[in-house]
């Protein structure tokens, strides 16, 4: 297992910028279960966005674990995040990365480059179904990692 530490800078469409860190445990020889905890609604979203000519292309699903921890919006205490990362022939394409409980966080990340992340992140602060969402900008990049 392999985890990935990222320092992370969150920009709000109001202009809050937000400074944290995302770790991310990968690995590779998992493979992800028919059940594993994933929001359907999310996973099937996903699935129906990828173009006609995936048939073609063989894309494969991986967990994902990881933690955020940005003082501004988590306080001292990291989110616990799970997800899905897509790959094709062994090169990441995609992840989606979420916390269902308080605060309910969706973040979405694509690989720029190898140690560049960019990608959204959606910040529920209250209990899940409240009306309130803050949509933010992410760009990560790779600062270490850990084997």
Do not use: C
């Not at 969150?10 to 992800?32: A, H, K």
């Not at 000519?53 to 306080?75: C, F």
């Not at 205490?77 to 309910?104: E, H, K, M, W």
Request: proline content about 10%; aromatic content about 8%.
């Amino acid at each position: 297992m392999d985890e990935s530490i990222y320092n992370v800078l969150l920009t709000s469409e109001l202009g809050l910028s937000v400074f944290g860190t995302l770790r991310i445990d990968y690995d590779p020889g998992t493979v992800l279960p028919d059940s594993a905890g994933q929001p359907p609604a999310i996973l099937e979203q996903l699935r129906s966005q990828a173009p006609s000519q995936a048939q073609y292309i063989e894309i494969n699903e991986a967990p994902l674990a990881g933690t955020l921890t940005a003082p501004l919006l988590t306080g001292l205490a990291p989110v616990r995040l799970t997800g899905v990362i897509y790959s094709a022939v062994g090169f990441p394409l995609s992840a989606v990365l979420f916390n269902t409980g308080t605060p309910s966080v969706v973040l979405q990340f694509g690989f720029f480059s190898r140690v560049v992340l960019v990608g959204g992140l959606l910040w529920q602060p209250g209990p899940p179904g409240t009306a309130f969402t803050v949509p933010f900008s992410l760009l990560a990049r790779q600062v270490g990692t850990l084997a």
